[in-house]
């Protein structure tokens, strides 16, 4: 089954504690991104990566860093969350090249307290 | 940066009613995504539009990108509760990879 996954799906942490949201797709698809979703402002994306070893910076990428050495995997860290970093993360892929049509993962909810 | 401006913010109609969601872009759209969210769900793709004036439909969902290009717009017909969740546009900016999302426009249908 073509999917976008996520791991963990639900996190509680404290302020500094470095953490990593991992996400794997299984579609061969060269185009992944992370987003953040808050009440009130959307869907902001944080950074995408147009293929292994390829990465750009999205919206709001302050406080996030991402790499991309494998095509299926696109991990998300934080290496000190902050209280404003609490939110919905959503990785997505695409095939990049002429479309943007996205496949969500199924979030993931952090609490940084 | 483009930005994308979805009204109304929210909406509560009764089951059976039409309604249409708007997304309005700052700039010229080259490609625009509707997509579906149950709450605290991932994105179900809904449909891509990409042409001036062009229209798709899937179920009793239309979509359609006006001529310009800067606004599009979501109906959908004998509304059902099975339609209820959040309706995010995504744009295309015509750029390497950064797309944008409006804020989202919640919808809740009553039985």
């Known amino acids: 089954e073509a999917q976008v996954t996520q791991n963990p799906r639900y996190l509680i942490t404290v302020t500094g504690k470095k953490l990593t949201v991992t996400c794997s797709q299984n579609?061969?698809?060269?185009?992944m991104s992370w987003y953040r979703q808050d009440p009130g402002l959307g869907l902001r994306q944080i950074y995408y990566?147009?293929?292994?070893?390829?990465?750009d910076k999205g919206d709001v990428p302050e406080g996030y860093k991402v790499s991309r050495k494998e095509k299926r995997n696109f991990p998300l860290i934080l290496e000190s969350p902050s209280p404003n970093q609490t939110s919905l993360y959503f990785c997505?892929?695409?095939?990049?090249?002429?479309?943007?049509?996205?496949?969500f993962g199924p979030g993931t909810r952090l609490t940084v307290t | 940066s483009q930005e994308l401006e979805q009204s109304p913010q929210s909406l509560i109609v009764q089951e059976g009613k039409n309604l249409t969601i708007n997304c309005t872009s700052s700039?010229?759209?080259?490609?625009l995504y509707w997509y579906k969210q149950k709450y605290g769900e991932g994105l179900i793709f809904l449909m891509m539009?990409?042409?001036?004036?062009e229209e798709k439909s899937h179920e009793k969902i239309t979509a359609k990108l006006d001529e310009k290009k800067q606004q599009s717009s979501l109906h959908i017909t004998a509304s059902q509760p099975s339609h209820a969740g959040i309706y995010l546009c995504?744009?295309?900016?015509?750029?390497?990879?950064?797309?944008?999302f409006g804020q989202g426009t919640i919808l809740t249908v009553h039985p």
């Open positions: 997505a892929s695409s095939l990049g090249t002429e479309s943007y049509e996205q496949y």
């Open positions: 579609m061969n698809h060269e185009y």
């Open positions: 990566s147009m293929n292994v070893e390829v990465t």
């Open positions: 700039k010229t759209l080259y490609g």
């Open positions: 539009l990409q042409k001036g004036g």
């Open positions: 995504g744009a295309d900016p015509g750029s390497y990879g950064k797309l944008t």
